[in-house]
């Protein structure tokens, strides 16, 4: 069976003298016919070698007249007998290329870490939504459900849970609780604070750092008694 | 209520956003075995490490439940143990939803 689909050029023609009676070629140019014939064997393949011989296959003339005009310039280093020195010298700087260690070429020892090199994720808190690592950082938009309350993002969560009284500088009993009782006192709902006042994760995080300094000591409240002794309007 | 020990906040608060967005999920497995590195401002360094962590026990688990429905709860220690100090809890019926769906 023959099945001959696109040009019927005069290698075609040959090609078809050469096949099989059973085989079905389907092709729709001459293209097409060259890479058929190069994936054959022997006789099929030198189908290609008459095809370029009958069509004079060569490079177009301008490209050829550029050609001869840079090889035609008696001024050419490559032409013109060179110094022994610089040989030389040219000699020892390619082979000190070839040896440099980020050659990995001449280091077959350095490509397994070239290429471990290259299975890295790199991601940083502005992520687009289109890179890979979008999402891994804390401060990426998805809102996360914990005991029941819904955190704007995984930073609000995490500044969140770090809200606790600082421990005093020498671990002394009285010292611990005092410092939890004034913090009881100054920031009784800093994770809540911290959880509504802003959908904002570096909001969140200045909130959590602004708060810090009240938390164990009463200076909020003398602040906000002078502002009420004194009718200065509260500015915190 | 499932009680889950041995977690860090870093790790807690990755838990807790990467079983409940799957997409995300599916991103952090698609990374496959590559190097996850956090570059930033040096705020949370151990980023990229606890992520990496996170990952290696999805994938337990998943291999874990791949390979009988006996293990189910096993599968569910891999993701909640996944590392050290502090502790925390989460919703049962959520993780099994977020590891077996």
Same mark, same amino acid.
């Given at each position: 069976m023959r099945l001959f689909n696109g040009c019927h050029s005069s290698t075609h023609q040959t090609l078809k003298h050469k096949a099989d009676s059973s085989d079905v070629i389907i092709s729709s140019g001459s293209a097409g016919n060259r890479e058929i014939s190069s994936y054959? =064997?022997?006789?099929?393949? =030198?189908h290609t070698s008459e095809f370029a011989a009958q069509h004079s296959l060569s490079p177009p003339a301008p490209y050829t007249s550029a050609l001869a005009a840079l090889y035609s310039n008696p001024t050419t280093p490559a032409l013109t007998p060179m110094r022994h020195s610089a040989t030389s010298a040219l000699r020892d700087c390619s082979a000190a290329m070839f040896k440099h260690p980020h050659n990995t070429a001449a280091h077959p020892e350095r490509w397994k870490a070239k290429t471990e090199a290259t299975f890295r994720v790199e991601f940083r808190d502005?992520?687009?939504?289109?890179? &890979? &690592?979008?999402?891994?950082? =804390?401060?990426?938009?998805h809102p996360v459900l914990y005991h029941e309350k819904m955190y704007p993002t995984s930073e609000h969560l995490l500044q969140a849970l770090q809200v606790r009284a600082p421990e005093p500088l020498f671990s002394c009993p009285l010292m611990l609780i005092y410092y939890r009782k004034q913090f009881e006192r100054n920031a009784p709902d800093l994770a809540e604070h911290i959880r509504t006042c802003s959908d904002d994760p570096e909001m969140a995080v200045a909130e959590s750092g602004r708060h810090h300094k009240f938390r164990c000591f009463p200076k909020v409240d003398a602040v906000s008694s002078v502002a009420i002794m004194y009718n200065v309007p509260e500015q915190c | 209520m499932l009680t889950c020990r041995n977690l860090g906040q870093l790790d807690t608060i990755l838990l807790v956003k990467f079983l409940q967005h799957s997409d995300l999920r599916r991103r952090l497995l698609d990374t496959g075995d590559a190097e996850l590195v956090y570059k930033s401002?040096?705020?949370?360094?151990?980023l990229g490490d606890a992520l990496k962590r996170l990952r290696r026990s999805f994938l337990a688990a998943n291999e874990a439940r791949l390979s009988s429905e006996v293990y189910q709860s096993q599968a569910i220690e891999i993701v909640t143990s996944c590392c050290e100090s502090a502790g925390s809890w989460y919703n049962e019926g959520d993780l099994i939803n977020a590891i077996f769906t």
């Open positions: 054959r =064997t022997g006789i099929e393949a =030198t502005d992520c687009k939504n289109t890179d &890979a &690592a979008y999402g891994f950082s =804390t401060y990426s938009p | 401002t040096t705020y949370h360094p151990k």
